[in-house]
């Protein structure tokens, strides 16, 4: 047992690094798919932390937790995803507004900036500064994926991507919130992607197109 | 248990309309279901009266919900009636008929009361996101272009704003853990407040917690700058329900707002909060008032009309106070009022001239009497002219902002209130004068459709004359939360 607990110990300290390596493949993936593949392996990183939090502190909670994520994450919202770009039968780029070099370069300055956020708070609230900060560059980079990318399913990726930032402070800082809440929040994630599919059917057969940056009838 | 009617009883409300397939039977029975929520919200607002605050582990109700829930359940009212009017014309589609729409206004009436009735702030911002979802399709509902453009920003804009307050919420629930707080009670909003009260919190992370949730919930509320899912969900939405957007969950955002202020300012003391609240406020009143002035859509300049009193109501919030926390919550309950009756008016015009286009509109007066009338009362009042009630606040507002002298507040106030009191009555009167066109059918104003507006413009009227003692007591109530 004692192997368990130092691997769970390890698990903790380094899946910044895995995290911060997923980011940077979505800054260059081209394809719609690719991201899907990246958020789910982000999600199975993040399954694996639950799970070491959950046996280090030995939690029930956090196990059950580890389980959701583990479900919705990794698997389901990962098929939801596949089976919608199936069936939209739209072209699967991502429609980057910018190249993959100047992406690399956007996400490498923000998780410099991540860095530089939470120095100041680390050492007051004693929590491992990696983990917050690979916390805090997620939440960067999926608001960077909403405002970069043209492709409606791609800003429902950031979006994920962004709260997965934000399981993940809630998780480094205060092993997670109580389970209902836990749920609850898992839940609006769940029904809220849920109406964004629907959406982006509607999108596509009332403009024919998913490319929401020429959604623009609306202004001023 | 007194909590759990007045919350589950849209929830089976919106379960029951789904089984109603004739339109007639689906009015009769949202019509019903609206009156026994109406009850059980009297119920739990009198329960709040006579015992004073009900608290339970994740409901709890106290003067300040008492007041909103009050303001929901007059509006919602006012949007129903108004609605089994309106819908006559909208066309049956798969998911666009009545029962569709009441059950969704049911759904969205459900997250709307949990807003109010959170006891943990966890569920207060789970249910803060339902509010979204719950709308979202409501505001698609049409399904035009507009419509799902609109419906689509709706959701992405509101879901990430939320996704910070989200953020906001855990970095405060690290406060209270640090503090000393257990893991289960550390979301409880009363045990939050004792233990703000005793400075049991670091000053640095309930600083940064409010910066997020200010940013989050202030997207709902629809502070500038980001505010821009708001004029196109309020224009795009049939009128029922972008009156109930304006009128309700804008309110139910601040809602959340201010108990976040409460805390903030029991922890770290009024002044961080409140500059906040002051400079999102004034910023959105000045951008908002100077949006209103070159509107060419009605319902779009009804909207960031919403922006510029959410402004004021925060500058009030902001400015704290007796007169301005006094005229912050009465300004939410005569804006609500105020601008449900401009939206009614606003949908009449679109029925009526098939347009919301301001400038495709000329001599109502002549054409259609009554709702030419209802703009013009509606207009009036909520540029804040005695002796309608907006008056009344928005004086209120500004005797604190020069009580406490804070010239500059008061001035740009000033200013922002002259240039909205000229922009829109010449939108306005635009519309209603001149000669009217050639060929108008016959003006369509349904008699359900005629009393809503009555009864709100009587109300706004009575309001700002003399407010009644039922209600001043309820005032005091939740003003005793707020101080």
Redesign the interface.
């Known amino acids: 047992m004692e192997f368990v607990g130092i691997a769970a110990g390890k698990v903790v300290s380094t899946s910044a690094v895995f995290l911060i390596l997923t980011i940077v493949g979505l800054a260059v993936a081209r394809r719609i798919s690719t991201c899907v593949l990246l958020f789910s392996m982000q999600s199975v990183i993040i399954t694996a932390q639950v799970a070491a939090t959950a046996y280090l502190e030995n939690s029930r909670e956090a196990w059950v937790v580890a389980g959701l994520v583990f479900t919705f994450k990794v698997l389901g919202i990962p098929y939801a995803f596949f089976w919608l770009v199936e069936r939209l039968k739209s072209p699967r780029d991502v429609k980057a507004s910018t190249t993959p070099a100047q992406s690399v370069f956007v996400v490498v300055v923000m998780v410099f900036i991540s860095y530089a956020a939470v120095r100041?708070?680390v050492f007051?609230?004693r929590v491992p500064e990696d983990a917050l900060a690979a916390a805090v560059a997620l939440?960067l980079t999926g608001?960077f994926l909403?405002v970069s990318r043209k492709k409606?399913l791609m800003?429902m990726l950031g979006?994920l991507v962004?709260?997965n930032g934000?399981f993940l402070?809630?998780l480094t800082?205060?092993f997670g919130?109580?389970l209902?809440?836990e749920m609850?929040?898992l839940?609006?994630v769940v029904?809220?992607l849920l109406?964004?599919g629907i959406?982006t059917f509607?999108?596509r057969d009332?403009?024919e197109h998913l490319d929401?940056s020429r959604?623009r009838?609306?202004r001023? | 248990m007194v909590l759990i009617w007045p919350l589950f009883i849209p929830l089976l409300g919106a379960a029951l309309l789904l089984l109603c397939r004739d339109r007639r039977v689906a009015d009769a029975v949202a019509l019903a279901v609206c009156g026994v929520e109406i009850l059980a919200i009297g119920n739990a607002v009198w329960q709040v009266h006579r015992w004073g605050s009900i608290e339970g582990r994740y409901l709890r109700a106290d003067g300040l919900t008492s007041f909103f829930l009050v303001n929901i359940a007059f509006i919602s009212a006012l949007s129903l009636v108004y609605a089994t009017g309106y819908l006559r014309h909208v066309g049956e589609g798969r998911f666009s008929s009545a029962r569709w729409f009441y059950a969704l206004v049911y759904l969205f009436l459900f997250t709307m009361v949990g807003v109010c009735l959170s006891a943990n702030l966890g569920l207060l911002w789970i249910m803060m996101e339902a509010t979204t979802l719950a709308s979202a399709f409501l505001v698609g509902f049409y399904n035009t272009e507009g419509a799902v453009e609109a419906g689509w920003k709706y959701i992405v804009v509101c879901t990430v704003g939320i996704a910070f307050a989200l953020f906001g919420t855990i970095v405060f629930y690290l406060a209270a853990v640090k503090g000393g707080l257990s893991h289960a009670s550390a979301l409880n909003w009363t045990t939050l407040l004792a233990a703000a009260s005793q400075k049991q919190f670091d000053p640095n992370l309930v600083r940064l917690a409010f910066v997020f949730i200010l940013v989050g919930y202030g997207t709902k509320v629809g502070f500038v700058p980001m505010h821009s899912w708001l004029p196109d969900a309020h224009a795009e939405a049939p009128t029922p329900v972008s009156a109930m957007l304006s009128a309700i969950l804008l309110n139910c955002a601040m809602y959340a707002l201010i108990r976040y202020e409460i805390l903030a300012s029991r922890a770290i003391g009024t002044e961080f909060a409140h500059t906040l609240l002051l400079f999102f406020g004034t910023f959105s009143i000045v951008v908002a008032g100077l949006l209103i002035l070159v509107q060419r859509n009605l319902k779009r300049m009804l909207a960031y009309s919403s922006v510029e009193h959410m402004g004021i109501i925060a500058i009030g919030v902001g400015l704290g106070g007796p007169l301005g926390l006094l005229g912050a919550l009465l300004h939410t309950f005569n804006h609500s009022t105020a601008k449900a009756l401009l939206f009614f008016g606003a949908g009449n015009v679109r029925h009526n001239f098939g347009t919301l286009r301001m400038d495709r509109v000329r001599g109502m007066a002549r054409s259609n009497p009554r709702t030419a009338g209802v703009l013009i009362v509606g207009g009036l009042a909520i540029v804040g002219l005695p002796p309608f009630s907006l008056f009344v606040s928005e004086f209120a507002i500004l005797s604190e902002a020069f009580t406490q002298s804070r010239y500059l507040i008061g001035g740009v106030f000033l200013l922002v209130l002259s240039l909205v009191f000229g922009g829109f009555l010449y939108h306005l009167l635009r519309m209603i004068c001149g000669a009217s066109q050639e060929t108008q059918p016959k003006p369509h104003f349904a008699r359900a459709e005629f009393a809503v507006m009555v009864v709100a413009g009587v109300c706004l009227l009575y309001f700002g004359v003399h407010i009644p003692a039922a209600f001043s007591v309820l005032l005091r109530e939740a003003m005793t939360v707020l101080q």
Request: without cysteine; glycine residues 10%.
């Open positions: 100041s708070y007051g609230i939440i608001a909403m409606a800003q979006l962004l709260e934000i402070a809630a800082t205060t919130m109580p209902v809440i609850g929040v839940f609006d029904v809220g109406l964004m959406f509607r999108i009332t403009f929401v959604l009838r609306l001023g």
